[in-house]
T-cell receptor
Framework: NAGVTQTPKFQVLKTGQSMTLQCAQD?????MYWYRQDPGMGLRLIYY???????DKGEVPNGYNVSRLNKREFSLRLESAAPSQTSVYFC???????????FGEGSRLTVL | GENVEQHPSTLSVQEGDSAVIKCTYS??????FPWYKQELGKGPQLIID?????GEKKDQRIAVTLNKTAKHFSLHITETQPEDSAVYFC????????????FGGGTRLMVKP
């Protein structure tokens, strides 16, 4: 069992470039999430998908889009990257009702 | 919405000592309070959680206490070991918020051998 797998692990972009972060889980979880982690600010929810076919905004959705491709995969897209989007991004998944989130190992993004 | 404050931001203890991390929350409807541990280069991992119908929960060397009246909860680690060194996050959620977690800012715990 790989758990939650994120790609890429590292990426450097120039301002205005676009990219997609990929996430896949093999635990048959219904819900998936994208968080960003910045120093001193904990983890902030960008978007989530409570179940296949649905997506909703979290606390900091501006500048991002998501796609729940199927039950396993949930991608995060930056259409026009900005330096303020320099961060570590985490994908997570959970079953409905348990509360426990299972996180990937993170994707470190730098926007110059 | 919910706001979770976590203190201290860094904590250094000697191996064998106890460590305490405190969190306060703002939404009185919050009813689930997990703690996550993040090791260097890894994603956070759940280590213990507590629900609002319980005041204290223990799991070996770690314990969590909850005071709903004061809206604060704490993580206690006893007999600390070097492998306890990590960043710890508290979080809170409520059914009203769709069970979405709001995280505190994190505490970097360093255990000196």
């Amino acid at each position: 069992n790989a758990g939650v797998t994120q790609t890429p692990k590292f990426q450097v972009l120039k301002t205005g470039q676009s990219m997609t972060l990929q996430c896949a889980q093999d635990m048959n979880h219904n819900s998936m999430y994208w968080y960003r982690q910045d120093p001193g600010m904990g983890l902030r929810l960008i978007y989530y998908s409570a179940s296949e076919g649905t997506t909703d905004k979290g606390e900091v959705p501006n500048g991002y889009n998501v796609s729940r491709l199927n039950k396993r995969e949930f991608s995060l897209r930056l259409e026009s990257a900005a330096p303020s989007q320099t961060s570590v991004y985490f994908c997570a998944s959970s079953t409905i009702g348990t509360g426990e989130l299972f996180f990937g190992e993170g994707s470190r993004l730098t926007v110059l | 919405g919910e706001n979770v404050e976590q203190h201290p931001s860094t904590l250094s203890v000697q191996e064998g000592d106890s460590a305490v991390i405190k969190c306060t929350y703002s939404d009185s409807a919050s009813n689930y309070f997990p703690w996550y541990k993040q090791e260097l280069g890894k994603g956070p991992q759940l280590i213990i959680d507590i629900r609002s119908n319980v005041g204290e929960k223990k799991d070996q060397r770690i314990a969590v206490t909850l005071n709903k009246t004061a809206k604060h909860f704490s993580l206690h680690i006893t007999e600390t070991q070097p492998e306890d060194s990590a960043v710890y996050f508290c979080a809170a959620s409520s059914n009203n918020a769709g069970n979405m977690l709001t995280f505190g800012g994190g505490t970097r715990l360093m255990v000196k051998p």
